[in-house]
């Protein structure tokens, strides 16, 4: 498919109804595109997208879709996104293993998309991720703020295709490899945030502390793999003082980007916990994977133990 083609009216499922999944869902609606969006079965949100018969903008906006429970297999999609959350990933392989999609666009923070793109056939797997601001309402209304940073494709056809739809983009070639080197970052941002939720102000130092050393033992664990944190910066990022950091996480957890953050909870249990298996592996690296766990938020019961992650 040309980069011109990518920007004519596609069919598109999107798999994953929350915010980021809605969306993608809506703006590649209103941007003319035929789009199916996937919401787990007996969900509150598949009953939301059902009473509204698409995806409803709590300014007034409205996006007409297709919705379903499952994805359709046997349907040609030319285009499925999968916006769930990377430790959710394995329960959707199965169904994108056996769909007859031309490609499957993975866009979630992710230390796994070798295996991902193993999975699903290297000729139909690639990786993204968007910037969007978004949130969803009691009442499944969303939210939607599109700022000016770029997102990022793997693949020349979807920075065209998001561009069309409103949404900036730019491309990475080496979106797999971004996308695992993200992975430290996102957890001590997230974990961060999501203690300072508990606060008016944000995070306290001491949680910020935490959120630093977390960080870095996210990276020592990838250097212990023999990979060098992608791009550049990470790399600086990942080598920073420990003090810096500190004060860093700690600036971003009562910024504007506290609430977004701060609604990561599972997201970041689950790349804590895939992350964290990876390093219990090889026991020089058994330091810093517990480390990590030391910014697990608690889950309901109040637990913050790692769940058993795939071997």
């Keep these: 498919m040309s980069s011109t083609a990518s920007t004519s009216a596609l069919s598109i499922a ?66 499925v996104i999968v916006t769930v959350l990377a430790h959710q990933a394995v329960d959707v392989l199965p169904a994108l293993q056996a769909s007859r999609a031309r490609c499957i666009h993975f866009m979630f923070v992710t230390p796994e998309a070798a295996l991902l793109r193993s999975a699903v056939g290297a000729n139909r797997a690639t990786f993204g991720m968007a910037a969007v601001l978004a949130t969803l309402d009691s009442t499944g209304k969303l939210e939607l703020s599109i700022p000016k940073t770029k997102g990022m494709h793997g693949d020349q056809r979807w920075v065209d295709l998001f561009e069309a739809a409103g949404m900036p983009s730019a491309l990475e070639e080496d979106m797999g490899r971004w996308l695992r080197s993200q992975v430290p970052l996102t957890i001590a941002m997230e974990g961060v945030a999501v203690a ?84 219990r592996r090889q026991p020089e690296l058994r330091a810093a994977a517990d480390a990590l766990l030391a910014l697990r938020p608690a889950e309901a019961g109040g637990s913050r133990t790692a769940r058993s992650t795939r071997a």
């Design 196 to 279: 300072g939720m508990q606060h008016q102000r944000g995070a306290t130092w001491a949680e910020a502390r935490t959120g630093a050393k977390t960080l870095r033992a996210g990276y020592a664990i990838l250097r212990g793999l023999g990979e060098t944190p992608y791009p550049g910066v990470k790399n600086q990022i990942s080598r920073a003082p420990r003090p810096l950091l500190t004060i860093i996480l700690r600036a971003a957890s009562g910024g504007r980007y506290r609430q977004t953050l701060g609604g990561s909870a599972e997201e970041c249990r689950g790349l804590i916990d895939l992350l964290a298996a990876e390093g």
């Design 14 to 79: 999107v798999i994953g109804s929350g915010r980021v999944g809605s969306a993608f869902a809506y703006q590649l609606r209103r941007a003319g595109h035929q789009v199916t969006v996937v919401a787990r079965p007996g969900s509150r949100r598949l009953t939301q997208l059902q009473r509204d018969g698409g995806i409803v903008l709590a300014g007034g906006g409205r996006a007409s879709l297709t919705v379903a429970d499952h994805l359709d297999e046997q349907a040609p999609f030319d285009l």
